[in-house]
T-cell receptor, first 109, second 115 residues
Framework: GQNIDQPTEMTATEGAIVQINCTYQ??????LFWYQQHAGEAPTFLSY??LDGLEEKGRFSSFLSRSKGYSYLLLKELQMKDSASYLCAVLDSNYQLIWGAGTKLIIKP | GAVVSQHPSWVICKSGTSVKIECRSLDFQATTMFWYRQFPKQSLMLMAT?????????EQGVEKDKFLINHASLTLSTLTVTSAHPEDSSFYIC???????????FGPGTRLTVL
């Protein structure tokens, strides 16, 4: 079956750095997305990786290793507004988006 | 980025009534839209893929006759929850693909409460 694993919850301190990991086992791979979802709101797009390596976008970076079925989202200089759930999603061989359950990130002052 | 709207934002209805939720792509045309349901503290669950001009493709376990989807134009898809019951209370979110990576842009969601 298809499976995406991410930690359920993480806690970090304002101003610090946090890495949210995502491992996947899917039938085929056409890219991996990271989305941010604040409580009670719809998800918003953060990043897309289809090739191995690190993609940096401001305070957020996303890394992919296709051979390991692994990605991480790195958040730097954490701000209180970064408290949200972070969803990892993989596009499989049929271009269906397979969603992880999300990682709830709690930022403490 | 692309903008997707949903209406209504929230709705409270009595058990047995039907509720229609609209999803619109405001500044682009979407031949395909997606409908999701999300229960509290759970991940998004894809209900169906809505295709303009043709029948929707439903995920396993989703009742076609209960969740009616109509995609009559390139900018509008509707989801009708027929004969709603309390267990249908959930957060319903639509999305459409657009952009450089064909990423999904989500509507703001509709919170449905069935009494």
């Amino acid at each position: 079956g298809q499976n995406i694993d991410q930690p359920t919850e993480m806690t970090a301190t304002e101003g610090a750095i946090v890495q949210i990991n995502c491992t996947y086992q899917t039938s085929g791979f056409n890219g991996l997305f990271w989305y941010q979802q604040h409580a009670g709101e719809a998800p918003t797009f953060l990043s897309y990786n289809v090739l191995d390596g690190l993609e940096e976008k401001g305070r957020f970076s996303s890394f992919l290793s296709r051979s390991k079925g692994y990605s991480y989202l790195l958040l730097k200089e954490l701000q209180m507004k970064d408290s949200a759930s972070y969803l990892c999603a993989v596009l499989d061989s049929n271009y269906q988006l397979i969603w992880g359950a999300g990682t709830k990130l709690i930022i403490k002052p | 980025g692309a903008v997707v709207s949903q209406h209504p934002s929230w709705v409270i209805c009595k058990s047995g009534t039907s509720v229609k939720i609209e999803c619109r792509s405001l500044d682009f045309q979407a031949t395909t839209m997606f409908w999701y349901r999300q229960f509290p503290k759970q991940s998004l669950m894809l209900m169906a893929t809505s295709n303009e001009g043709s029948k929707a493709t439903y995920e396993q376990g989703v009742e076609k006759d209960k969740f009616l989807i109509n995609h009559a134009s390139l900018t509008l898809s509707t989801l009708t929850v027929t004969s709603a019951h309390p267990e249908d209370s959930s957060f319903y979110i639509c999305s459409a693909q657009q952009g450089e990576y064909n990423e999904q842009f989500f509507g703001p969601g509709t919170r449905l409460t069935v009494l």
